[in-house]
């Protein structure tokens, strides 16, 4: 059974540059979250997808936004990067929107801005 | 506003002595409750959680926590540390009937001595 994948595993953008990150969430996952964590930091949650709507957003710029498909799997985009978007995102997967389901996260995807 | 708290930002034990990782909430209600483990490039890894009944809850690799309401902490135990311990964890909650945004501490890092 595969978990939560994620791609790229890394990418380098320039400062006003456009991003999309993709997850596959683990099967049988009706849910995505995405979350960012900058170097030394917790994650900080972005936003959830459920029924390929944006359930819950965290403190993110209107820049940040996403997409879920109807097989469940979802897209990060960021636009006009800044330096400060260079971080480790994380995709979660997990089943319904109850807040005690186990979320799995995958790998994560490098992104530095220069 | 609801926060987690992890008291110290690096631990060190000796391999075989007890390992305890802080870590205090910040919430109105109980929250549900979460460990995750991070080894270095990688993903997290969900350790335990707290969501109801038992206080004292067991998860993977020898790891337990106690959740207590009246100190509203949540700390994470394990008798007898081993070398592949040696990595970052954080404590996490998120809010009864919120959704299912993850709040993450800061996390703290355990090194282990030989």
């Known amino acids: 059974d595969a978990g939560v994948t994620q791609s790229p595993t890394h990418l380098i953008k320039t400062r006003g540059q456009q991003v999309t990150l993709r997850c596959s969430p683990k099967?049988?996952?009706?849910?995505v979250s995405w979350y960012q964590q900058a170097l030394g930091q917790g994650p900080q949650f972005i936003f959830q997808?459920?029924?390929?709507?944006?359930?819950q957003r965290g403190n993110f710029p209107d820049r940040f936004s996403g997409h879920q498909f109807p097989n469940y799997s979802s897209e990060l985009n960021v636009n006009a990067l800044l330096l400060g978007d260079s971080a480790l995102y994380l995709c979660a997967s997990s089943i319904g929107t109850g807040g005690w389901e186990t979320q799995y996260f995958g790998p994560g995807t490098r992104l530095l801005v220069l | 506003a609801q926060s987690v708290t992890q008291l110290g930002s690096h631990v060190s034990v000796s391999e075989g002595a007890l390992v305890l990782l802080r870590c205090n909430y910040s919430?109105?209600?109980?929250?549900?409750l979460f460990w995750y483990v991070q080894y270095p490039n990688q993903g997290l890894q969900l350790l335990l959680k707290y969501t109801t009944g038992a206080t004292l809850v067991k998860g993977i690799n020898g790891f337990e926590a106690e959740f207590k309401k009246s100190e509203t902490s949540f700390h994470l135990t394990k008798p007898s540390a081993h070398m592949s311990d040696a990595a970052e964890y954080f404590c996490?909650?998120?809010?009864?009937?919120?959704?299912?945004?993850?709040?993450f501490g800061q996390g703290t890092e355990l090194s282990v001595k030989p």
């Open positions: 996490a909650v998120i809010i009864r009937n919120q959704g299912g945004k993850l709040i």
């Open positions: 997808y459920y029924e390929e709507e944006e359930r």
């Open positions: 099967s049988g996952h009706d849910t």
């Open positions: 919430s109105s209600v109980p929250p549900y």
